[in-house]
């Protein structure tokens, strides 16, 4: 009996296998199709560079996700996971190019169809890999200097009542004060710009660094200490190996927040006379009404910050495999 | 493993007491105790009275305020690990493997190196070992404790201090793993200071057990259980024990 069933189950799954439409591929390929279409069939309010590539780009496109749709052996299973995003995504380019380029309605300096930002990356591509460039740097550089330092500080104001007595006032005092209020200062301490925007950097993410690792190691059940100090545990021990590890999760949390304000900080720190990065590129453009420059600029930046933020992620999940519901 | 040699204990008038906001809450009360090298002892009294206390004495987590904490002759000054306390939550390390746990001891002081066989042996004598490689919170409480058991005996204690390390299992675990400590006692020769609140257990498991008020803890009785392992609950000697401790308690039987 249990024989037929499978053989039934068998018989199902591969019949779905060879007839299943991808539907969500389908959609997408419409969305896709539809924006492909109008942005080379309907005429252009005023002339914008790239019209003709960004239709075949996206007619491309459209195409690629009606091969998936019909093609399901093919398809990639994270691929059919970010479906619904694929279809919103087509319809978005859609009504961004009929608002813009197509009606009119959202007028010109202020926003750009979605051609205008391709013709950026298309005329403009070797000016911003040399701002990426440079902002990989500063902000490479800031950060993880910020972060080091951060942990440091706070794993001493954590372990240390001392440390804290002074160390945590003093941290309360500097974490709310905004990254530009610091500018004056940092260019009368650091002798070149570029060191002066690098402590903006990693100022900026070094405080929610500290502040949560001061915490996560106050918070670490004392019991541990109890259990390591019968153990035989020299302190040091006990602050690699038990209140560090203890709080981890603090510490990621910190490092999270220290992504996203090293991030804000940059066009502040690349306003220190820099003559490139991303920071400089989107006031640069901004200052000659270039916005669309400056969408592009960001769309690199919110890319950039994502790709970290997901990096982030994987390191923390294998560091923390150990917690609860984590893996 | 080779057996150990135990370790006697001996409390001289101690008194001890916590400091809450400049006043000192007193909570034991002139405790004079002698526990004889390789001695199982029971401690038995209310909730609150100063039983944890007493083992963190002993284990040199804390010095008395007045009296004298002796380990076989030498004064407790602080901890060590010939004397191991397991608590009654299992705290094993959240972030080690079962296995990276029983490894603390030896690694924290630097003598680690050559004592893989020895992890495993503690691993085996709990029945874990299987488990070494598994998280703290993928076990049973039953195996969080045997885990944290095994992680006091891989150093090899002459004196094994156990807080209620029971207290939260269910009571088919709990009788499993009450013959597992009486045979560890057994084959180990460990001294063993066992706090409970549960007199049955401290009847099948003692040579001797000792009853204290509420707080300030003082002792206010002792008994000995003269009977050989293994031991049945149904006993009668156990039994009329049992009832005298319990009256000592200020207990019912029948209720
Ligand atoms: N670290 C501490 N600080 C202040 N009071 C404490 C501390 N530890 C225990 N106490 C108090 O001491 C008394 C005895 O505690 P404990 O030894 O844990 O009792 P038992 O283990 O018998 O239940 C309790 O009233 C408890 O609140
Ligand atoms: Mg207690």
Same mark, same amino acid.
């Given at each position: ?17 060879q ?8 959609f ?14 309907l ?11 960004f239709?075949i ?5 459209? /195409?690629f996700?009606?091969v998936?749709?019909?093609l399901p052996? *093919? ?9 619904p995003?694929?279809?919103?995504l ?18 010109k ?5 979605p *051609?205008?930002?391709l ?12 701002c ?27 372990w240390s ?12 005092l500097?974490g ?8 004056p200062?940092?260019f ?6 570029? *060191?002066?925007s ?6 900026a ?8 690792t001061?915490?996560?190691i106050?918070?670490?059940?004392r019991?541990f ?12 021990w ?25 991030f ?5 720190a690349?306003? /220190? ?11 640069f ?8 420059n400056?969408?592009a600029?960001?769309?690199i ?10 990096l982030?992620?994987s390191?923390?999940?294998r ?8 893996l | 493993?080779?057996a ?19 006043e ?9 105790? #002698?526990?004889?090298?390789g001695?199982?002892?029971a401690l &038995?009294g ?6 944890? #206390?007493?083992?963190? &004495?002993?284990?040199?987590l804390?010095?008395? =305020? ?16 010939d004397?191991?306390?397991?608590f ?11 296995r ?11 003598e ?7 992890v495993?042996?503690?691993?085996? =004598?709990?029945?874990l ?9 993928? &076990?049973?409480g039953?195996?969080?404790?045997r885990?944290?058991i095994a ?12 807080d209620?390390p029971?207290g939260?299992?269910?009571s088919?675990?709990r ?7 009486i ?11 066992l706090? #409970?609140h549960?007199?049955e257990?401290?009847? &099948? ?5 000792i ?8 002792i ?21 024990l ?6 000592? =308690?200020?207990v019912?039987?029948?209720?």
């Amino acid at each position: 009996m249990s024989d037929t069933l499978e053989t039934g189950r068998g018989h199902y799954a591969f019949a779905e296998s060879q007839f299943h439409l991808w539907r969500d591929g389908l959609f997408a390929a419409f969305a896709w199709g539809a924006t492909s279409a109008v942005t080379w069939f309907l005429p252009d309010v005023i002339q914008w560079g790239a019209t003709g590539t960004f239709a075949i780009l996206t007619g491309i496109i459209a /195409l690629f996700f009606l091969v998936l749709a019909v093609l399901p052996r *093919q398809r990639h299973a994270t691929l059919s996971h970010y479906g619904p995003w694929f279809i919103v995504l087509g319809l978005w380019l859609l009504v961004w190019e009929v608002t813009t380029a197509k009606l009119g309605w959202l007028p010109k300096p202020f926003f750009s169809p979605p *051609q205008g930002l391709l013709h950026v990356y298309l005329s403009n591509w070797d000016r911003l890999l040399i701002c990426i460039a440079y902002t990989g740097r500063l902000w490479g550089l800031g950060f993880f200097i910020g972060i080091s330092a951060g942990f440091l500080a706070g794993v001493g104001l954590g372990w240390s009542k001392r440390f804290a007595y002074w160390g945590m006032p003093l941290l309360k005092l500097i974490g709310p004060v905004p990254a530009s209020a610091w500018i004056p200062c940092a260019f009368f301490i650091f002798p070149s710009t570029f *060191q002066a925007s690098v402590f903006l950097v990693a100022l900026a993410s070094g405080i929610p660094v500290a502040i949560l690792t001061a915490s996560g190691i106050a918070q670490v059940n004392r019991s541990f200490y109890d259990v390591a100090r019968t153990l035989g545990a020299a302190n040091r021990w006990q602050v690699t190996k038990i209140a560090i590890p203890a709080a981890l999760p603090n510490v990621f949390v910190g490092l999270f927040m220290g992504l996203y304000y090293s991030f804000a900080v940059l066009v502040v720190a690349e306003m /220190l006379g820099a003559k490139f990065g991303l920071g400089w590129y989107l006031q640069f453009n901004t200052a000659y009404s270039a916005y669309a420059n400056v969408y592009a600029g960001l769309l690199i930046m919110a890319l950039l910050c994502a790709g970290l933020v997901k990096l982030l992620f994987s390191i923390r999940d294998r560091l923390l495999g150990w917690q609860k519901g984590i893996l | 493993m080779p057996a150990v040699t135990p370790l006697g204990l001996s409390f001289d008038h101690v008194s001890h007491g916590y400091d809450i906001r400049g006043e000192v809450l007193p909570v034991l009360d002139d405790v004079s105790l #002698t526990i004889a090298p390789g001695e199982f002892v029971a401690l &038995l009294g209310p909730s609150g009275c100063g039983k944890s #206390t007493l083992l963190r &004495l002993a284990a040199g987590l804390e010095l008395p =305020l007045r009296g004298r904490t002796e380990a076989s002759g030498q004064p407790i000054t602080g901890p060590g690990p010939d004397r191991i306390l397991v608590f009654q939550e299992a705290t094993l390390f959240p972030w080690r493997t079962v296995r990276g746990n029983v490894e603390a001891g030896p690694e924290a002081r630097g003598e680690l190196p050559g004592k893989a066989p020895r992890v495993d042996e503690a691993l085996r =004598l709990v029945g874990l070992e299987n488990f070494g490689e598994a998280f703290p919170h993928q &076990l049973s409480g039953g195996m969080a404790q045997r885990a944290a058991i095994a992680r006091a005996l891989v150093n090899d204690p002459r004196l094994l201090l156990l807080d209620e390390p029971l207290g939260k299992l269910d009571s088919l675990t709990r009788l499993n793993l009450q013959k597992d400590l009486i045979r560890l006692w057994q084959d180990r020769g460990f001294t063993a200071l066992l706090v #409970t609140h549960d007199v049955e257990e401290a009847l &099948l498991l003692a040579d001797r057990v000792i009853l204290f008020s509420p707080r300030p803890a003082r002792i206010i009785e002792e008994v000995q259980v003269a009977r050989p392992h293994p031991r049945r609950r149904d006993d009668p000697q156990l039994i009329a024990l049992r009832s005298h401790l319990l009256a000592a =308690l200020g207990v019912l039987e029948d209720v």
